[in-house]
C-alpha cells in the first residue's frame, strides 16, 4: 500500500496570503496525484487531478505541481472560503487508492 | 449537475450488516467507478471499494473480505454491505464517482451517511 504524507498538519495564513502544502508518496506515483478540499460539514471537493490540472470550475488560484514522490498544492491569494481542510491522493497502485491524512489550513 | 445521494440505517449492532445505497442523478452510470470511502477521526479518508455498470467490484484488502457492493443499472443506484461491523466501522460513508485511465480520482461525491456501530 503506498502511504501518502501530508505536511504540515496545519497551517495558518493570512487572507490575502499564499499557502503551500505538501504531499509525499511513500513510492513513485508518477503524475497520478489529486487534491481534495474539505470545509467543515461537506464531503471533499476536487480541485486537481493530474497533479496540476484544476477540476471543473476551480479559481486558478489554485495550482498543484509535482511528480513522482513529491507535490504540493499552492493557494495564492487566500480567500475566506479557502480555508478549510485539504487532503492529497494518489491513484498510481491499487488496491487500495490511499488518501493522504490532511492539511488544515487556518485563518491566521 | 451529477448528485449523489447516500441512504440507510445510522445505527448498526456489533456483529451485524451495515447497508447503504448511493442514488445518482443528473448524470450517466457507465464509464465510471461507483465508489465508497469512509471517514472516521481516526483513520481519516479510506477507500472501501468501487462497482462499475457491469457489476465488476474491487475493494479494499484492509476490510478483510467483507464488502459486497451491487449496482442497479435501471434504478440508477449502487450499494454496499460490510458485513461483522465493530466499533472500528464506526464513519461517515460517502458514495463518490470515479474517474479516470487506469486510476482514478473522485469528481463528485455525496453529503455523507454517518453510521455509528453500537449495542
Known amino acids: 500500500e503506498i502511504v501518502m504524507t501530508q505536511s504540515p498538519a496545519s497551517l495558518s495564513v493570512s487572507p490575502g496570503e499564499i499557502a503551500t502544502l505538501s504531499c509525499r508518496a511513500s513510492?513513485?506515483?508518477?503524475?497520478?496525484l489529486a487534491w481534495y478540499q474539505q470545509r467543515p460539514g461537506q464531503a471533499p471537493r476536487l480541485l486537481i487531478h493530474?497533479?496540476?490540472t484544476r477540476a471543473t470550475g476551480v479559481p486558478a488560484r489554485f495550482s498543484g505541481s509535482g511528480s513522482g514522490t513529491e507535490f504540493t498544492l499552492t493557494i495564492s491569494s487566500l480567500q475566506s472560503e479557502d480555508f478549510a481542510l485539504y487532503y492529497c491522493q494518489q491513484y498510481s497502485k491499487w488496491p487500495p487508492w490511499t488518501f493522504g491524512q490532511g492539511t488544515r489550513v487556518e485563518i491566521k | 449537475q451529477v448528485q449523489l445521494l447516500e441512504s440507510g440505517p445510522g445505527l448498526v449492532k456489533p456483529s451485524e450488516t451495515l447497508s447503504l445505497t448511493c442514488t445518482i442523478s443528473?448524470?450517466?452510470?457507465?464509464?465510471?467507478?461507483w465508489t465508497w470511502i469512509r471517514q472516521s477521526p481516526g483513520k481519516g479518508l479510506e477507500w472501501i471499494g468501487y462497482?462499475?455498470?457491469?457489476?465488476?467490484?474491487s475493494d479494499n484488502p484492509s476490510l478483510m473480505n467483507r464488502v459486497t457492493m451491487s449496482i442497479d443499472t435501471s434504478k440508477n443506484q449502487f450499494s454496499l454491505k460490510l458485513r461483522s461491523v465493530t466499533a472500528a466501522d464506526t464513519a461517515l460513508y460517502f458514495c463518490?464517482?470515479?474517474?479516470?485511465?487506469?486510476?482514478?480520482?473522485?469528481?463528485?461525491w455525496g453529503q455523507g451517511s454517518p453510521v455509528s456501530v453500537s449495542s
Open positions: 462497482i462499475n455498470h457491469s457489476g465488476s467490484t
Open positions: 493530474g497533479a496540476s
Open positions: 463518490a464517482r470515479g474517474r479516470g485511465a487506469s486510476g482514478y480520482y473522485f469528481d463528485f
Open positions: 513510492q513513485n506515483v508518477g503524475s497520478n
Open positions: 443528473g448524470g450517466a452510470i457507465s464509464s465510471y467507478y
